[in-house]
């Protein structure tokens, strides 16, 4: 198996776990990363062993013996850099959400096509043994027709003033935060279990903190929670931080959801119930091999991960055996290894989320941003 040259743009919370993940398949190399300063660059560099590293992302791009690029940068960076990547040649595996909006991701989605390169917005959360488990189980008619979705998708890393990154500031960000920071994934996920999409939509959402205090020093995803007084500046707020969303799902299937960042407890509680005319599913990310299976007339089970247990081809999506646990670093193995499998050989399937995955993704937000200014409904397809 050839040996394939990959870069990492973006050296922060999210370039870390896609190094470590692109490391892990064996076959690709992390040739380079490229920071928004050479100190960060070199910072980064030091404490992951990458030996090349650059504050001009041009600098890897244009290297001919890169093949793809692994876009980690603030949202409004996603474009630029996804569509100069492109343009030399490489394929593209960008951070979600896609865009800054659907224009701009359907420019992406255009340039990549024409280009003939491999696309892949990172919704890796797809990619929990489990969830894949109970995406066979909707498929073969487990749950009967679906009737009812709901779940949330809270964290608690944002809830105090003096808690600061770059995603509360929506000119890097784009005009939401947490409904297309996390939402985002919420939304993908219902819609890859069920296979049925988002027809409507209600949207609400509320800032609590109309300013923050914003550290004098750049900060890291999760990061920033020990800092003095001194340590910052006071800011204003322009995006939420806490949204809840009424859906319409295919003809007749309805649902909610909310998105936190303020949520006091709540690490990364992203949860999905799913209820259907036979029986239903509820799945938490805190728990990842745990699955909860609701039933009218018989006891109501737990079942835990097992690859030899899993139906179908959720088995291809756990590389462990029962009892040893696969979570969030190894959903990103699991996206990586299906990108690269592409990259590699071009007839592959495509079994990763694509631009127009993104999209559409990028869509929905932009409906869930028109839902909550005029108070209303909102129609998507």
Not at 188 to 204: K, N
Not at 205 to 213: A, I, Y
Request: with cysteine; charged share 25%; aromatic share 8%.
């Amino acid at each position: 198996m050839r040996k394939i040259k990959t870069a990492v743009i973006g050296a922060g919370f999210m370039g870390r776990v896609h190094t470590e993940g692109i490391r892990r398949l064996g076959n690709v190399e992390v040739a380079g990363v490229a920071a928004i300063s050479k100190e960060e660059a070199e910072r980064f560099s030091r404490a992951t062993g990458v030996e090349r590293a650059t504050d001009n992302y041009m600098d890897l791009i244009s290297d001919p013996e890169i093949e793809a690029v692994h876009v980690c940068t603030p949202n409004a960076l996603h474009a630029p850099v996804s569509k100069a990547a492109i343009k030399a040649g490489k394929h593209v595996l960008c951070e979600k959400p896609l865009a800054m909006s659907a224009s701009e991701a359907k420019d992406m989605l255009n340039q990549a096509k024409k280009k003939g390169v491999v696309h892949c917005v990172n919704h890796n959360l797809r990619y929990y043994p489990v969830l894949q488990h109970i995406r066979q189980m909707i498929a073969s008619g487990d749950l009967g027709e679906i009737m009812i979705v709901q779940g949330t998708y809270s964290q608690d890393w944002l809830l105090y003033d003096t808690d600061y990154n770059w995603r509360l500031d929506s000119k890097e960000n784009g005009p939401m935060r947490v409904v297309a920071d996390i939402g985002s994934h919420w939304m993908d996920m219902i819609q890859h279990l069920t296979g049925l999409r988002i027809t409507a939509l209600c949207c609400d959402m509320q800032t609590f903190h109309k300013t923050r205090k914003k550290p004098k020093v750049a900060i890291e995803t999760f990061a920033g929670k020990k800092l003095r007084p001194q340590d910052y500046e006071e800011v204003a707020i322009d995006t939420e931080d806490f949204g809840s969303v009424l859906l319409q799902l295919g003809d007749r299937a309805r649902g909610a959801y909310t998105v936190s960042q303020m949520s006091a407890g709540c690490k990364n509680r992203f949860q999905v119930e799913i209820f259907g005319t036979k029986s239903g599913v509820m799945w938490n990310q805190e728990a990842p091999d745990q699955l909860w299976i609701g039933n009218r007339n018989e006891p109501n089970q737990v079942i835990m991960k097992d690859p030899a247990l899993l139906a179908g081809a959720a088995a291809t999506y756990a590389d462990l055996p029962g009892g040893h646990s696969e979570g969030y670093d190894d959903t990103h193995k699991q996206v990586y290894k299906r990108f690269y499998r592409r990259v590699a050989d071009p007839s592959a399937p495509v079994e990763y989320p694509t631009f127009e995955d993104g999209l559409w993704g990028m869509q929905l937000l932009e409906k869930a941003l028109q839902s909550h200014k005029k108070h209303g409904w909102v129609k998507t397809v």
